[in-house]
């Protein structure tokens, strides 16, 4: 597995991380801790050093399996988890007060098996703390050797750059795949210009881009899609070109839609470090064989012609959840 500079932080991690979200939250019911377990160190074995967590995904269950899958083997990789949400609820809104953040990491601690947290992230910017006060938390948790760098999440561009001025910012994680390439606009820039790396999650569209969906896809009572926007059939439907578009690039590269979009991720920028999240081995493998696939000039080129030409339809976040993300 290749690896990857995350800015200018001095983090290193594999090119494709694991998100492991879908372990115990989000997509339906949680794994079979010992699969997960399974999961995690296999995807060690094949390389994967950099492994996405957080407080909210059970809460703290997701945290408790990766520190157990991950123990062996703790000094060789990178763990990154989350603070912001009340109560580790996201149902129960924000919050990110110092005394919150101070006592997350502490149980992130524990729960991780850990004598630190290597990459420390606001889930959500919290409209009622400064984002100062909140960076200068995690720089005293960084002093006190409990944290080893600082992250934002779905964070706006004023946002990065107020907190990047209190305690040096080592990673972006937001939304971005060829389905939502809002990031590009205001986003990119100021990560450049700062030294910031770049982690998408959903960097298969939640599943989209792997051309198993149609209009006729349903999805489960406790897996969220079932009341996003864009998996609406309409939207599904609507959206279809964009599949055809990957299906087409990967049979020309002998290659699956999964690869070529996270391949695409990966040539877009050199401090872009996807984490697809999967609970499947095969699914798992099949993403990081992503990394040793090279689209050439002429490839990216069509895509980006064609990507020119595809209006994505439906909302990416239903109205409830929306009011998390700082724009």
């Not at 009341?227 to 609406?232: C, E, L, Q, V, W």
């Not at 990507?307 to 339809?313: N, P, R, S, V």
Request: proline share 6%.
């Amino acid at each position: 597995m290749q690896t990857r500079d995350l800015g200018k932080s001095g983090l290193t991690v594999s090119a494709i991380g694991l998100g492991c979200m879908g372990l115990s939250y989000g997509y339906g019911p949680a794994t079979d801790r010992g699969e997960a377990i399974g999961l995690l160190r296999a995807a060690h074995d094949r390389g994967v050093t950099f492994f996405d967590t957080a407080e909210a995904y059970g809460p703290g269950l997701n945290e408790e399996v990766i520190g157990e899958a991950l123990a062996p083997v703790r000094d060789a990789v990178v763990i990154a988890t989350k603070f912001g949400f009340a109560n580790g609820v996201p149902a129960d809104g924000l919050d990110s007060r110092p005394e919150r953040i101070r006592a997350v990491a502490d149980a992130a601690l524990q729960r991780l098996r850990t004598d630190r947290i290597d990459l420390f992230y606001q889930h959500r910017v919290d409209p009622d703390v400064p984002i100062e006060e909140v960076a200068g938390t995690v720089r005293d948790l960084i002093q006190a050797g409990k944290v080893q760098h600082f992250g934002l999440s779905e964070a706006g561009a004023e946002t990065i750059r107020r907190a990047h001025a209190v305690q040096p910012v080592a990673a972006l994680q937001s939304e971005y795949s060829m389905w939502w390439r809002e990031p590009e606009r205001d986003i990119f820039p100021v990560l450049a210009d700062l030294g910031i790396g770049f982690v998408p999650f959903a960097p298969l569209g939640r599943g989209f881009l792997t051309g198993k969906m149609d209009a006729t896809t349903t999805f489960g009572a406790s897996d969220f899609r079932s009341t996003g926007p864009r998996f609406a059939p309409e939207a599904l439907q609507a959206n279809q070109a964009l599949v055809d578009l990957v299906t087409e690039i990967a049979a020309d590269t002998r290659a699956t839609p999964a690869q070529v979009a996270l391949a695409w991720l990966l040539a877009q920028r050199p401090w872009i470090v996807p984490i697809p999240g999967t609970t499947k081995l095969h699914r798992l493998e099949e993403n990081l064989g992503a990394a040793d696939l090279v689209l050439t000039p002429g490839d990216l080129d069509r895509i980006a012609q064609a990507l020119a030409g595809i209006t994505i339809h439906g909302d990416r976040y239903a109205a409830s959840n929306q009011r998390f993300v700082n724009r």
